[in-house]
């Protein structure tokens, strides 16, 4: 019985190559040959779209270049509505600023909320380790999605080895 089973898989196995989908390109194993011949098929394409489109992706491109920002996550790590709000908000911050002079902070108001966010992290993994960084000042932080500041391209140990 599991002979038979054996051979009914592999005849089922290797009756099914012989459907393989066929070259349509007609492109060779080589890498060199492989790029020129898709290049030449990909220059033969007839791209028709509307011209709203291309204007939409032209203004969708200048806006992202006045708005200065990028998609991001921050820590919040203060939020209240009460009457005192937005002193306590500034105290956060300022306190923050003292212990941890080395990450951004922001406030702002939403309302009714006033908040205060910290850092400029361009993915989850930099935001989940400074809320360990932070955690034993402020353990009930949590991270929000927000628009960030873009992150600087040089640090400046970067930049002063370059002068010397």
Known sequence: MRYLCSVIFFFALFSTLGYAQ????????GISAQTAKL????????????????????RHSQ????????????LEIFFS??????????????EFNLVFPNIASYM???????????????????ALKA???????????????????FPELFTQSVEQNEEQ
């Open 22 to 29: 066929p070259d349509t390109l007609g492109i060779t194993p």
């Open 39 to 58: 290049e030449e098929f990909l220059g033969k394409l007839d791209i028709r779209q509307d011209s709203r489109i291309t204007d939409m992706l032209i």
């Open 63 to 74: 806006i992202n270049q006045k708005r200065n920002a990028t998609d991001g996550f921050r």
């Open 81 to 94: 509505s009460d009457t005192k709000a937005r002193e306590r908000a500034v105290r956060v911050r300022n």
């Open 108 to 126: 702002l108001f939403q309302t009714p909320n006033f908040k205060v966010r910290v850092g400029d992290f361009r993915n989850k993994s930099e």
């Open 131 to 149: 809320k360990a960084y932070i955690a034993s000042k402020y353990p009930n932080a949590f991270i929000v999605k927000d628009m960030i500041r």
